[in-house]
């Protein structure tokens, strides 16, 4: 079995992407599922204006959950900004009825505000008391991007999994995996780093905060664990309870790698670490 934690989809087509791509429709993304075997996926929604030319709003998420129930696992997603644009803000009660709705968890969260701003803090609180994991997107820089924005080292990141420690994080993005190895720049971390694998800040936080999981979809997260095929499987091994298969599907011709890369690890690791990432993880997490 395989569960993507991490897919994209919109109900419509829009305005595309300044590269001229857009969404999948959900049939399309199903059709996807279909091609790479996926039996499930995790279907993100997006409210943050930076993120993209659209948004995908919860509702949106779960009508389209509702077509396909046996195939998608909603996800809500909230603005910091929402409500007054205050700490003060109650999220909880936006969580409570997206949950009776179906959703299992928040995001993607793309907002480009630091990731310890107080009107994030606040959210991440709500989501923490309603026990709703987060898939957060890292930013590298303020403005001129999208995600939550972190410095090299990703210091805003620690103290975010200190201060909420029961707060699950789905880590995403290239500034997130980029820092899996020593040596990271600004000029590099938005990137996809190439070469032998020195243990990075990333492997000492996976290490020292059990509250942070790790998103392996899209370019960042394959890339992380093959550029050095050795440290990438020992990776999976030491931290096999809190890692997941994903994608990031996000256009309809999209082509990613890791679904073949994922299936070749089977006999390179344990069948019980690649049970756990291809779908056990986030099945427990999620409560499936």
Same mark, same amino acid.
């Given at each position: 079995?395989?569960?993507?934690? =991490?897919? =994209?989809?919109?109900?419509?087509?829009? +305005? !595309?992407?300044?590269?001229?791509?857009?969404?999948?429709? #959900?049939?399309?993304?199903?059709?996807?599922?279909?091609?790479? &075997?996926?039996?499930?996926? +995790?279907?993100?929604? $997006?409210?943050?204006?930076?993120?993209?030319?659209?948004? /995908? !709003?919860?509702?949106? +998420?779960?009508?389209?959950?509702?077509?396909?129930?046996?195939?998608?696992?909603? @996800?809500?997603?909230?603005?910091?900004?929402?409500? %007054?644009?205050? +700490?003060?803000?109650? @999220?909880?009660?936006?969580?409570?009825?997206?949950? &009776?709705?179906?959703?299992? $968890? #928040?995001?993607?969260?793309?907002?480009?505000?630091?990731?310890?701003?107080?009107?994030?803090?606040?959210?991440? $609180?709500?989501?923490?008391?309603?026990?709703?994991?987060?898939?957060?997107?890292?930013?590298?820089?303020?403005? $001129?991007?999208?995600?939550?924005?972190? &410095?090299?080292?990703?210091?805003?990141?620690?103290?975010?999994?200190?201060?909420?420690?029961?707060?699950?994080?789905?880590?995403?993005?290239? !500034?997130?995996?980029?820092?899996?190895?020593?040596? #990271?720049? %600004? &000029?590099?971390?938005?990137?996809?780093?190439?070469?032998?694998?020195?243990?990075?800040?990333?492997?000492?936080?996976?290490?020292?905060?059990?509250?942070?999981?790790?998103?392996?979809?899209?370019?960042?997260?394959?890339?992380?664990?093959?550029?050095?095929?050795?440290?990438?499987?020992?990776?999976?091994? %030491? @931290? %096999?309870?809190?890692?997941?298969?994903?994608?990031?599907?996000?256009?309809?011709?999209? *082509?990613?790698?890791?679904?073949?890369?994922?299936?070749?690890?089977?006999?390179?690791?344990?069948?019980?670490?690649? *049970?756990? /990432?291809?779908?056990?993880?986030? =099945?427990?997490?999620?409560?499936?």
């Amino acid at each position: 079995m395989l569960i993507d934690c =991490h897919t =994209h989809a919109s109900r419509s087509r829009a +305005v !595309p992407r300044w590269h001229g791509s857009d969404y999948p429709l #959900v049939e399309e993304l199903i059709a996807k599922l279909d091609q790479y &075997e996926i039996d499930r996926a +995790v279907l993100l929604s $997006g409210v943050a204006p930076e993120a993209r030319s659209r948004f /995908v !709003p919860p509702e949106d +998420v779960i009508e389209m959950y509702e077509r396909y129930p046996d195939r998608l696992i909603p @996800f809500c997603s909230l603005d910091p900004r929402s409500g %007054q644009n205050s +700490v003060e803000s109650d @999220f909880r009660r936006f969580l409570r009825i997206y949950r &009776e709705m179906g959703c299992c $968890g #928040v995001g993607e969260t793309t907002c480009n505000l630091p990731m310890d701003d107080p009107l994030v803090w606040n959210m991440f $609180g709500a989501c923490a008391a309603e026990g709703m994991p987060v898939t957060i997107h890292i930013g590298p820089t303020i403005g $001129g991007c999208y995600g939550l924005y972190d &410095e090299v080292g990703l210091p805003r990141l620690e103290k975010t999994l200190r201060e909420f420690p029961d707060l699950i994080i789905f880590g995403h993005s290239q !500034p997130f995996w980029a820092e899996i190895a020593e040596g #990271v720049t %600004q &000029e590099r971390r938005n990137k996809y780093p190439e070469g032998p694998v020195r243990p990075g800040r990333l492997v000492d936080l996976f290490e020292r905060y059990e509250n942070l999981w790790g998103d392996l979809s899209a370019g960042s997260g394959h890339n992380a664990i093959s550029r050095d095929p050795g440290f990438g499987n020992a990776f999976i091994e %030491q @931290f %096999q309870d809190r890692l997941m298969f994903g994608t990031d599907l996000a256009y309809p011709a999209h *082509e990613p790698p890791n679904p073949a890369y994922f299936r070749s690890l089977k006999g390179q690791i344990t069948d019980e670490a690649w *049970e756990k /990432v291809a779908w056990r993880n986030i =099945h427990s997490i999620l409560r499936l």
